[in-house]
């Protein structure tokens, strides 16, 4: 039985793992590699840079499992203020803020991420070295008393001002994407299901 269910354990972890490596090694070579810094790569080359970047992704994931940053619920929770900083006020702009442009959603998720990153290397170590903190992990220490584990609510405030504030500053996204985002956000049919 408890062969079972570290089987089942096992197996779960490895299709997460799989899952993940491919979202990484596609996001790198197709959407950063291809889609924007050089669109006319080939196949093959697409191939071999999604190659690498699941290697780089293996490397970073081996050193971390070898040298933790802290407890299982501390990863977590950095792992999350992260995306918390990063992707998630991108996703709520996108569906509810038709003026949000793409360079609004960039800068916001550039300085959302760069400050929360920069708040936690400070306390934990640069790249979570040991040695390499600029201060004590202490509340005495912390920026309101802010622990490094929740900075991320931070980080998605400032990544929501910046996108807001960069969104208004540059050019409107085209009329198509604001009437798609205006479809998402209420749906052809919705009004008769609602009875309006």
């Given at each position: 039985m408890i062969a079972l269910v570290a089987a089942g354990g096992l197996a779960a972890a490895l299709s997460t793992a799989a899952g993940l490596l491919l979202a990484i090694a596609s996001a790198i070579s197709h959407d950063l590699l291809?889609?924007?810094?050089?669109?006319?790569?080939?196949?093959?080359?697409?191939?071999?840079?999604?190659?690498?970047?699941?290697?780089?992704?293996?490397?970073?994931?081996?050193?971390?499992?070898?040298?933790?940053?802290?407890?299982?619920?501390?990863?977590?929770?950095?792992?999350?203020?992260?995306?918390?900083?990063?992707i998630f006020p991108a996703l709520m702009m996108g569906i509810f803020n038709k003026r949000m442009n793409n360079t609004g959603a960039v800068v916001g998720m550039l300085v959302g991420i760069t400050s929360t990153l920069v708040y936690?290397?400070?306390?934990?170590?640069?790249?979570?070295?040991?040695?390499?903190?600029?201060?004590?992990?202490?509340?005495?220490?912390?920026?309101?008393?802010?622990?490094?584990?929740?900075?991320?609510?931070?980080?998605?405030?400032?990544?929501?001002?910046?996108?807001?504030v960069v969104s208004k500053v540059t050019q409107a996204p085209p009329e198509h994407i604001q009437h798609m985002v205006e479809d998402i956000r209420t749906p052809r049919g919705a009004?008769?299901?609602?009875g309006h």
């Open positions: 291809k889609g924007i810094f050089n669109p006319q790569i080939t196949e093959k080359g697409e191939l071999l840079a999604a190659r690498i970047s699941m290697a780089g992704a293996i490397a970073v994931a081996g050193y971390f499992g070898l040298h933790p940053p802290g407890f299982a619920a501390q990863v977590v929770a950095l792992a999350f203020g992260l995306a918390a900083s990063s936690i290397f400070w306390f934990k170590g640069w790249f979570f070295i040991p040695g390499t903190a600029m201060a004590a992990n202490t509340p005495d220490n912390w920026f309101l008393g802010i622990s490094p584990e929740a900075f991320g609510a931070v980080g998605a405030i400032l990544n929501f001002v910046s996108a807001v009004g008769g299901a609602t």
